[in-house]
C-alpha cells in the first residue's frame, strides 16, 4: 500500500457527494471494480460534470483500474463484463485517448480485433489508444505526458491503421493530447 499523505474520505456513501468532491484537494478512483458500474453510478449520482471541472481546473487526479478507464472518452475499449447498463458509454473525457491498463501482449492479442474494430468505426475521430505494460504508470501535467514505471513499456494505437509504436519507460507521450 501507498501513502499520499492526505486524509482520503470515502464518498460513496455520503449524502452531499457533490460538494464533498468540491471541497476536495484531489480526487483518487482506484481499481477493483466494474467499468460499467462505476459510470452507471457516477451518472447516477450526477457526479460527472463535477469531476470533469475540478479535475480540468486542476484538481490532482489519481485512477486506478476501472478508475482509468473512466477518465478517458468511452469505456468502449475496456475488456470489462457488462454488468449494468449505464445511460452511454461516454466517459469523463479527461485524456483524448483511450487508455488500456494492465496490457499483457500473450492475454490481450484475444482483444487486438476488438481494438481495430473500435478504431475503424472511430476513423473520423482520430481516436489514440495507449495500452500500458503493467507496472507502468503517466503522469500528465500541462501539456507533458511521461511514461513511467518498471513494466517495460507500452503500445500505441493510432487511427485505424495497423502500426504499433513500442513506448519506453522515460518516453515522452505529449502528441497523444494533440489528437
Known amino acids: 500500500m501507498w501513502e499520499i499523505g492526505r486524509k482520503c474520505i470515502s464518498i460513496h456513501s455520503k449524502r452531499n457527494m457533490v460538494k464533498l468532491i468540491g471541497q476536495s484537494d484531489g480526487i ?36 486506478i483500474g476501472c478508475g482509468i478507464n473512466i477518465a478517458c472518452l468511452t469505456i468502449q475499449t ?38 481495430r474494430l473500435f478504431l475503424n468505426e472511430n476513423k473520423d475521430y482520430n481516436i489514440a489508444i495507449l495500452a500500458l505494460y503493467e507496472d507502468c504508470y503517466l503522469i500528465i501535467k500541462d501539456n507533458t505526458i511521461l511514461l513511467k514505471g518498471s513494466g517495460g513499456g507500452c503500445i500505441v494505437y493510432r487511427d485505424y491503421k495497423s502500426e504499433k509504436e513500442h513506448v519506453l519507460v522515460g518516453g515522452l507521450l505529449s502528441s497523444l493530447l494533440n489528437n
Open 28 to 63: 483518487i478512483i482506484p481499481g477493483g471494480g466494474n467499468t460499467y458500474k462505476l459510470l452507471y453510478y457516477l451518472y447516477h449520482f450526477n457526479l460527472m460534470s463535477i469531476l470533469q471541472t475540478v479535475i480540468n481546473d486542476g484538481m490532482a487526479f489519481i485512477a
Open 78 to 115: 475496456c475488456f470489462d463484463v457488462p454488468i449494468i447498463q449505464p445511460p452511454t458509454f461516454k466517459a469523463l473525457s479527461i485524456i483524448p485517448f483511450q487508455l488500456i491498463p494492465r496490457y499483457n501482449k500473450t492475454f490481450n492479442a484475444i482483444y487486438h480485433k476488438q481494438l
